[in-house]
């Protein structure tokens, strides 16, 4: 029997769990969704959840040992880095096969005004100079960084309310959940005067309409890219992770 724990919060998370639950039990299967817990209302999932941390490596090892895991699937977001490196170490000091599921990174094709930069340090200075209006395309976590840079109007979209307002003294915040499409995006860039976009290079399609929706108003993006990762198994579809999975169980591993 396998025992597989998923780490999620992702629509590949998503997607995966719901391939995975019709399987469950015609295979004597048993699988887990985990949650870091960084949205307020996530998705009703049809399989059980376990929401925040392990604490750090150690406590992922633990946890894999505790509850006999014998698979992990790594479907954090590209940016977990501290999960992800994570979910590496752990698995190889369990002896717990690994791979990840994870979105291809994007590239920029013709009319795209992409500068890129190593990481939210980078975006910020990126933003030095007059005022413009600035859609931070970024979700919640970072944005107080960029107060140092209050000079700028700055378009905020988050999933949830947030507890406390944004640190940014020009703000406007609309709440709202994805996926997004490209005239949905264009329509409140332009509502909102957009002049430069910052975003993160999530990868994928789910968040791409943004991009489209820059490179048709001809706006320039600043584009933080993906962190260095540690050598890992790595697939971009679901069916690759069920096959990886079989393989591994008709192993015995």
Not at 40 to 60: C, H, N, S
Not at 116 to 123: E, F, K, W
Request: hydrophobic share 50%.
């Amino acid at each position: 029997m396998s025992n597989i724990l998923v780490l999620g919060g992702t629509t590949e998370a998503s997607a995966l769990v719901a391939t995975l639950a019709p399987l469950l039990a015609e295979r004597g299967d048993v699988a887990v969704l985990s949650y870091a817990g960084r949205v307020a209302t996530p998705k009703a999932q049809p399989i059980p959840v376990r929401v925040g941390g392990f604490g750090g490596v150690d406590g992922l090892v633990e946890y894999l040992g505790a509850h006999n895991v014998t698979h992990l699937v790594d479907a954090t977001h590209p940016f977990a880095a501290r999960m992800s490196a994570n979910a590496v170490v752990a698995a190889e000091r369990a002896g717990v096969a690994h791979i990840a599921l994870t979105r291809p990174a994007w590239v920029p094709i013709a009319g795209d005004r992409w500068t890129h930069v190593a990481d939210i340090d980078g975006a910020v200075a990126a933003l030095a100079g007059p005022p413009r209006r600035v859609m931070l395309a970024l979700g919640r976590m970072h944005v107080d960084a960029f107060a140092v840079q209050p000079q700028h109007d700055y378009l905020l979209r988050f999933v949830d309310v947030p507890d406390r307002p944004p640190a940014l003294p020009h703000h406007h915040l609309v709440v709202d959940r994805g996926p997004f499409d490209v005239q949905g995006d264009r329509r409140l860039m332009e509502a909102h005067a957009i002049e430069i976009v910052v975003c993160k290079n999530a990868g994928g399609t789910g968040a791409s309409a943004k991009l489209d929706a820059a490179r048709a108003l001809g706006l320039p993006v600043i584009m933080i890219d993906r962190p260095a990762l540690p050598a890992r198994r790595e697939v971009h579809a679901v069916a690759d992770v069920l096959r990886w999975h079989d393989h591994r169980a008709d192993r015995g591993v």
